[in-house]
């Protein structure tokens, strides 16, 4: 079954920490994998997208990596600000489908 | 810079009723899409829409739901009989191509059936 698994399912941390969530994922045929910022009551906004090739790639304080052997990938946050709380929503397309299937996101609060 | 839009913001309506959720796509984007989040779960993938047809669907559109894009800029989802169950946020979402583009996702619509 095509699945996407994150964790943690929640975190907390002080403002200019850096963070790491994590992602696993059981896609099959897999196209790329997405990270997307969730705040409250509103819709996804997307920070990364990587495919099969890509290992890392960065947005700002966000660096998204992926390694497609293990099927794992992850969102690191550097220099952590009060604006990054909100769940982060770790979404893989389908190969030859425009279909994508989402995790259920790991909710991040950054505290003062 | 441009976004999706999508209206109301809330609808809430009894059991039973139909209702039309309305979304405006970015202007040169032409692939279209309907996602639903139950209130503490996953975002869920409905249905894609291409060249005025469906192209995918998922088990839960069911023959409750359709979209249309009645004109140049609307996009609109309905479900025709409402369930208890239907209750969530619908996001629509567009995006330039398909495939790999990113999709870029409006700011919901609750739905509360009552």
């Known amino acids: 079954k095509n699945q996407v698994e994150q964790s943690p399912q929640s975190l907390i941390i002080l403002e200019g920490k850096n963070c790491t969530l994590q992602?696993?994922?059981?896609?099959?045929?897999?196209?790329?994998l997405r990270w997307y910022k969730q705040d409250t009551g509103r819709g996804p906004v997307s920070l990364t997208i990587?495919?099969?090739?890509?290992n890392t790639k960065s947005n700002g304080r966000y660096t998204a990596t992926l390694d497609a052997d293990t099927k794992q990938s992850s969102l690191h946050i550097t220099a952590s600000q009060l604006s990054d709380s909100a769940s982060y929503i770790c979404?893989?397309?389908?190969?030859?489908?425009?279909?994508?299937?989402f995790g259920a996101g790991t909710r991040l609060a950054v505290h003062p | 810079e441009p976004e999706v839009t999508q209206t109301p913001s809330h609808q809430v309506t009894q059991m039973g009723q139909e209702v039309i959720l309305r979304c405006v796509p970015i202007?040169?984007?032409?692939?279209f899409y309907w996602y639903r989040q139950i209130l503490g779960q996953k975002v869920e993938f409905l249905v894609s829409?291409?060249?005025?047809?469906?192209?995918?669907k998922s088990e839960i559109f069911d023959d409750q739901f359709s979209v249309e894009r009645p004109d140049g800029s609307n996009f609109t989802l309905k479900i025709r009989s409402t369930k208890l169950e239907d209750s969530a946020m619908y996001f629509c979402?567009?995006?330039?191509?398909?495939?790999?583009?990113?999709?870029?996702f409006g700011p919901g619509t609750r739905l509360t059936v009552l």
């Open positions: 979402a567009s995006s330039e191509r398909g495939g790999p583009d990113t999709q870029y």
């Open positions: 992602c696993n994922y059981t896609v099959s045929p897999f196209s790329n």
């Open positions: 990587m495919t099969f090739s890509e």
């Open positions: 979404v893989v397309r389908l190969g030859g489908y425009n279909k994508l299937i």
């Open positions: 202007s040169n984007h032409l692939y």
């Open positions: 829409f291409y060249n005025n047809e469906i192209s995918e």
